[in-house]
Every structure is written in C-alpha cells, then in structure tokens.
C-alpha cells in the first residue's frame, strides 16, 4: 500500500482567487491522479500527473484552470485557479505504487463563497 | 467507454446481518479489475476489495466477499456479520489492465449503507 497525506485538509476561499493543494506519497511512484468529487455525486478524474512529462487532462479539464506540477516521484500539486462557487468539492489524489490498486490520500474539503 | 452503474442509491442492513450492494459494469475488454472502495464521513476512500478479471475465484477479505459474474458483467459485495463501523457509502471501480493512461477508475455513483443498531 501507501501513505499519502494532503495539505490543505479542508478551505474557505474566496472567488476569483486560486489554491494549491499538495500530496506527498511515502515512496516514489510513477502516475498520481486527482480526482474531484462534487457535493453528493462520485469520484470524477481531473488529470493523471506523470513525473518528467505533462500531466494529461480528462474531458472537460483544462490546464488553465487546473494546473498540475509532478516535480519528483512522491509529490505533486493540483492548482484550482479563479474559483467559482461550482468549484466547491472534495480533492483528492491517488497513486498506483505497484499491484494496480489505487490508493487515496485524505482529501482536500474545498468551500469557494 | 468503460461505464459502472450500481443501482441501489441507499441500502440498510441490522447489525450482525448480511447485506449485497450491486454493481454491473459495461466493457468490451477482456482483461481488467474491479475494486469496492468505502469512503465513511471522513470523506478517506478505502479499499475493500478487489478483483481480477482473469481470476475465476471470487475474491474474499474477512467479512467482505464479491459475487464476480463476468459473462453478466456483475459485481456484487457481500457484507457479513454487518457492523456499525460499516456504515458508509460504497463506490464500485472499474480498471483497465492495459495499462499506461488508462489506469484511471471508473466510478459507479455510489450506495450509502446504513447499520441499524
């Protein structure tokens, strides 16, 4: 398995301004994902983030608003930028150490008024 | 594309009883996991179980064991000697085993399991 950790746990933000959310893996893996889950609905892929290269977007992701950094092998961070209310969600990232199971860091509680 | 329906959107079970969430699943693969995660009010996702699509054993951990049909594409989760600790809300996975990009989940909507005491 693995441990991850997120920072921030939880927010309030303002909208039009721009948060960073960080996850840190406890060993080197090669794919980190970011999920969004909406208030009430399912996990929904925003970006697979490979260290060394770009991070490759789902449909209805765009870089510009959710831009992605994969510096080294156990960190990554997920930029929410000019957030809107509808931006409101639970952020998560996950990692895929070695047994093809995905395992979740704790979340980010986003809250955008 | 890969999708996973679980058509239960609420389910309750009594403390010590037994209780299957559904889950079917649509693909044209043939090679592929399958995974239950939990994900309690703390909002952490925890994994269950999970399936190989080339294994014709159903998995099995502890109390938790999966129904894997996959002529049917089915993919139930058999809790039992439920406890209060059970209470949450069951996401069901779809993965592709063929690797590079694709090795994202598929989630279902999800069934929130309620534990009467």
């Known amino acids: 398995s693995a441990v991850i950790s997120q920072k921030p746990s939880r927010d309030i933000c303002q909208r039009g301004t721009s948060l960073t959310i960080q996850c840190q893996v406890d060993?080197?893996?090669?794919?980190m994902f970011w999920y969004r889950q909406q208030p009430g609905q399912s996990l929904t892929l925003i970006a697979t983030a490979n260290q060394g290269s770009e991070a490759t977007y789902e449909s209805g992701f765009v870089i510009d608003k959710f831009p992605i950094s994969r510096p080294n092998l156990t960190f990554s961070t997920l930029t929410v930028s000019n957030m809107s209310p509808e931006d409101s969600s639970i952020y998560l990232c996950?990692?895929?150490?070695?047994?093809?199971?995905?395992?979740f860091g704790p979340g980010t509680r986003l809250l955008v008024l | 594309a890969q999708t996973v329906t679980q058509s239960q959107p609420e389910m309750s079970v009594q403390e010590a009883e037994t209780v299957t969430l559904s889950c079917t699943y649509d693909t044209s693969e043939s090679d592929y996991y399958l995974f239950w995660y939990k994900q309690p009010p703390s909002r952490q996702m925890i994994l269950v179980i999970r399936?190989?699509?080339?294994?014709?054993q159903n998995a099995t951990e502890n109390r938790f064991s999966v129904n894997f049909q996959k002529a049917a594409k089915s993919f139930s989760l058999k809790i039992s000697d439920s406890q209060l600790g059970d209470a949450a809300m069951y996401f069901c996975a779809y993965r592709t085993a063929s690797g590079g990009s694709n090795y994202k989940l598929t989630f279902g909507k999800g069934t929130l399991l309620t534990v009467n005491p």
């Open positions: 399936q190989e699509a080339y294994k014709q």
């Open positions: 060993s080197q893996v090669t794919m």
């Open positions: 996950s990692v895929t150490p070695h047994d093809e199971t995905q395992y």
